[in-house]
């Protein structure tokens, strides 16, 4: 009797041991909750930044605009000046950013030259004869801080297109450093309110994600060798992490320890197909095949990849048949949520 107590108490806790316990899901749980955090700090960072870039630009510029200041007596004395364009974008609704040209000698004498100034080294090249070369890079320094703000304010602006865009779309070509800033800086403050509508969005839509995975996660229970589980990626160089769910097949599992391995559908998938190929090799050669003969199975060009979404085989394989109903169905609301998620996601993304 109490042998038999004891056999049942052991297979007890074994099973409780199967189940997704604090110690196994509390690290991946910690590590979501921090990526998300700095997520969530991050686009709100970006809302900011949208909603007062005008004062952020001004700054810059002031900073470039000194040196022209100081060099006012030396420009009028070597006849060089500095001159601040911009064009319409070759795509309607959006704008292009402002571009700064080295204008030096004259028409009259026959070697007027106009050069940009995009790039650091031409500006050195350019300028230090003109200012010196420490002159030039300090310049250049400043300049470079400047452009790339510009570029973020135009890419902001490019990222929801509209016919707002005034003086920032001429039809030929407009001169001016301060009225492109003020004009730049309203387009990216109308802009800032839909930025905060897709941002809203997509937080919301991340959260149903979330709750997706763990109800899956949590019917999947208790876990064993080729179950299907379903986890969010945490990259450490991904501004959005976490990533998009994808659903995994657990193809190591230790009952003692509760540990596991797993690998996504797309990978396990290929994985199946080709063990597929090499047991009918076999079959037909009477004898396991050498690496060489399964090398040569291999198409010559690379094959589409296996698609991450479960299938019914791939559901059988894993001796789930009988839960397919409840599996199909989650994998149709997450579906449903993805493409829309992701297109939000990109959208971020470019504004980042």
Not at 90 to 101: A, D, N, Q, T
Request: some cysteine.
């Amino acid at each position: 009797m109490c042998k038999n107590s004891e056999r049942r108490n052991l297979k007890v806790s074994r099973v409780r041991r199967n189940v997704r316990d604090k110690d196994l899901a509390g690290p991946f749980i910690q590590r979501l909750a921090e990526v998300t955090e700095r997520r969530d700090t991050t686009l709100l960072s970006l809302l900011d930044q949208m909603a007062f870039v005008h004062s952020e630009l001004e700054s810059l510029a002031r900073k470039v605009l000194a040196y022209e200041g100081g060099w006012a007596q030396r420009r009028s004395t070597d006849g060089w000046s500095l001159m601040w364009t911009w064009r319409a974008s070759l795509k309607e609704g959006r704008v292009s950013c402002i571009e700064v040209y080295l204008s030096k000698g004259s028409k009259i004498s026959g070697d007027f030259q106009r050069v940009s100034l995009r790039a650091h080294e031409d500006r050195l090249l350019h300028l230090s004869d003109l200012i010196g070369r420490k002159a030039a890079k300090s310049f250049s320094k400043d300049l470079e801080c400047f452009l790339q703000a510009a570029r973020r304010a135009v890419r902001w602006v490019n990222a929801f297109p509209g016919d707002d865009l005034g003086i920032l779309s001429p039809k030929s070509k407009a001169v001016g450093l301060e009225r492109w800033i003020k004009a730049i800086a309203e387009a990216c403050e109308r802009r800032s309110s839909m930025a905060a509508g897709e941002v809203e969005r997509f937080l919301k839509m991340d959260e149903e994600l979330n709750h997706l995975v763990f109800e899956f996660n949590e019917a999947r229970q208790p876990v064993r060798f080729r179950s299907i589980i379903c986890r969010r990626e945490c990259p450490e160089l991904d501004l959005l992490s976490p990533a998009e769910p994808r659903y995994r097949v657990v193809e190591y599992f230790d009952r003692r320890t509760g540990r596991r391995s797993s690998r996504d559908v797309s990978s396990y998938k290929q994985r199946l197909k080709n063990q597929k190929q090499r047991e009918r090799l076999s079959i037909q050669l009477g004898r396991d095949p050498l690496p060489d003969e399964i090398a040569a199975l291999q198409p010559s060009r690379p094959s589409r990849k296996p698609s991450p979404w479960l299938t019914d085989e791939l559901i059988s394989h894993c001796h789930l048949g009988k839960h397919s109903g409840s599996i199909n169905n989650h994998q149709k609301r997450m579906a449903a949520i993805l493409e829309e998620w992701g297109s939000v996601r990109a959208l971020l993304r470019a504004l980042l």
